[in-house]
C-alpha cells in the first residue's frame, strides 16, 4: 500500500487589506461559511525544494487567487506586524494534530478605486467595497479588525 502522509496548512499565513486611497476596503463573504466575511488571506505554502515561502510570496500569489488582482499593477506594503491567534476549532483538522495557534503577518494593497475583482468561488461567494470602519464591524476576524484599525492610524484616524 502506497499512503501517502496528509498534508497539513502551515499556521503562518498572510492578510492583505485591499483598499483605495480614500479608503473603501475590499471584503469578501466566504464560501464555506456563509456571513463570515473577511480581506484576502491564506496559508504559507510548502515550495518544491521543501522550504517554506515567504510572507510576501503568499501575500502575492493568495490576492490573484482570490481577487484576480496582480500585485505587480499596484504597491503591495509590508506592514511589519503580525498577530497571532486561536485557530477556530472548526477549522483545525485542516492543520496538524496539536496546532492551535497561528502567526498571521499583515500587508496593504492600495488601489486608486474600487474595481471588480474575480472570486474564487470555492473559497468566496461575493464581495463589496465598504468604508473601513464599516468594515471592521462587517469582518469576523478580530485580526482583520486590529488590521483596518492599523489602517485608519496609518491615515491619522481612529475607529
Known sequence: M????????TPVSVLVLVHTRDLQ??????????????????????????ELEQPVDAAIRELKEETGLDAADYKLVDWHCAHVYEIYPH???????GVTQNTEHIFGLELPAPVAVQLAPREHVAY???DWREAAKRVFSWTNVEALRKLGERNNLTL
Open 91 to 97: 477549522w483545525r483538522f485542516r492543520y496538524a494534530p
Open 2 to 9: 502506497n499512503s501517502q502522509p496528509p498534508v497539513y496548512k
Open 128 to 130: 463589496e467595497w465598504v
Open 25 to 50: 476596503v475590499l471584503i469578501m463573504e466566504r464560501a464555506d461559511k456563509a456571513g463570515f466575511w473577511q480581506s484576502v488571506t491564506g496559508s504559507l505554502e510548502r515550495l518544491p525544494n521543501g
